[in-house]
């Protein structure tokens, strides 16, 4: 570790919101107690299409450990804890019109409750990809009815929550639910091609827009956000044509779901197969679509290296694969500490974004337990502090970052990836559900002391 790394401390960032994230299909578990309804994912599991025919059936079991996690949480130090709504846990059939299930809603206002007693701030996400599978057969994000079905359900967790949830998560992450689910298949509902990809990017932050106004209508006492995925990109060179491939890398990766909602429309130049969406665009759309958030949410954590690759449909560039010499992550991912300071420097001198959040920031390894029961996760730990110094860095810059969240609380099931992939900074034994804090967790609980 450089002197560098060790010497900062969490006062060095002044006021500022600490805290960990984990969603609902990651950790919750209890996939049809108390009348919940089933979700995409839980159809995907079903069918066996996660690694090793994993599924979300118990998963941490947080649903019955809530009060367990939370003490957890205490303990660690955590100020704010990230998490999300498992739609159809509320409303099984995904409308308020289908009925809500009040059993659900009680475990979040139990959730809350919890959270507040311990002095931690809620941070709720009100999608992150656990759409109620009714909603899917009726076409999903490719109906435009799913605007009006996701702006209810908006209105009736603030209304519900809003008096103790100050701060509000709208989506996580479109491009990855919407490029994975509807472009190229590999997430539910595995439906595939860019005209899929371009309808149900506009449908979905048609529904962001419907909802974030349902939200305000409701309270005005709220910080309403969304969050994104970001990938920092390097050229292969500064030749004009590499140059050129990283201004479309980046309008994919990064600007894609944030120029529409701040007023730039989307990036057809750079992206002309967007343009596929244009006939289901309406006459007052975009300005529905156009918001002020209080806040961005960012998830970063990694970058590529991008050429010009006139032989790639749609895209015209390449992603390099991470060189020899650099470390990657068990996701595969180069570990590029820079890239998060770029990200935040860029949206940074966004004048419309008035605040921004890193909402998810972590890496996976391969732990092992020791004899003594402890879990020496050393590159977890130096990943963190290392990216952490490049957002003090960027904070001192003047970018008005106000707060991180560690991906992720705990070990929980990695998507399509199962149980393989670890993040968490609490390790799960998922045979006996046994929790243990990792030297990465340590860290962190005497770091935010610091």
């Known amino acids: 570790m450089s002197p560098s790394v060790a010497s900062f401390k969490a006062s060095d960032f002044g006021e500022f919101t600490w805290g960990a994230a984990t969603a609902a299909y990651q950790i919750e578990g209890a996939h049809d107690a108390d009348g919940k309804g089933p979700s995409i994912w839980d159809d995907f599991a079903a069918r066996g299409k996660i690694r090793k025919k994993q599924t979300g059936n118990v998963a941490c079991d947080h649903y019955n450990r809530m009060k367990e996690d939370v003490a957890l949480m205490k303990s660690l130090g955590l100020k704010a804890y990230r998490f999300s709504v498992s739609w159809p846990r509320v409303l099984p059939n995904g409308s308020v019109a289908g009925g809500l299930n009040q059993p659900g809603l009680d475990f979040y206002k139990r959730l809350v409750d919890e959270l507040l007693n311990n002095g931690i701030e809620p941070f709720v996400t009100l999608f992150h990809w656990d759409l109620p599978l009714e909603l899917e057969r009726q076409g999903g994000w490719l109906n435009r009815d799913i605007a009006d079905h996701f702006s209810g359900y908006a209105r009736l967790m603030v209304d519900t929550l809003g008096d103790r949830v100050k701060n509000w998560i709208i989506l996580n992450e479109p491009f990855v639910f919407l490029l994975l689910g509807y472009g190229i298949g590999y997430f539910p509902p595995q439906k595939r091609g860019p005209a899929k990809f371009a309808r149900s990017s ?8 419907k909802a974030a106004r349902a939200m305000a209508a409701a309270r005005s ?3 309403i956000g969304t969050t ?16 050129a491939a990283l201004r479309r890398h980046d309008a994919f990766f990064n600007r894609l779901y944030v ?19 244009e006939p289901i665009i309406h006459p007052d759309d975009m300005d529905m679509v156009q918001y002020p958030f209080d806040f961005l949410g960012i998830n970063h954590y990694s970058r590529k290296t991008v050429r010009s690759a006139w032989w790639m449909p749609y895209l015209k560039f390449w ?11 068990s996701m595969g991912w ?50 963190i502090q290392e990216y952490l110094q490049q957002c003090l860095k960027a904070r001192r810059e003047g970018v008005n970052l106000k707060g991180y969240f560690v991906w992720s609380l705990l070990d929980n099931l990695e998507w399509k990836e199962g ?12 045979e006996t559900q046994k929790r243990t804090i990792k030297d990465s967790g340590l860290w962190y609980r005497d770091f935010l002391q610091s």
């Open 221 to 223: 006492d709220i910080k």
């Open 202 to 209: 506009h449908l979905t932050m048609l529904a962001q827009g």
């Open 228 to 243: 994104i995925s970001t990938l920092a990109g390097e050229a292969a060179s500064n030749a004009p044509r590499h140059l």
């Open 259 to 277: 120029d529409p909602i701040v007023g730039r429309g989307y990036p057809f130049q750079d992206l002309p197969f967007l343009r596929k969406m």
């Open 334 to 383: 180069e570990v590029h500490p820079a890239g998060i300071y770029q990200i935040l420097k860029k949206f940074g001198e966004y004048p419309e974004i008035p605040a921004l959040y890193i909402t998810e920031n972590g890496a996976a390894y391969t732990d092992k337990v020791e004899r003594d029961g402890h879990i020496h996760d050393e590159r977890r730990k130096r990943y």
């Open 419 to 430: 149980y393989d992939k670890t993040f968490g900074i609490v390790h799960v034994d998922f």
């Open 319 to 329: 992603e390099h694969k991470p060189l020899k010499d650099v470390e990657i992550t």
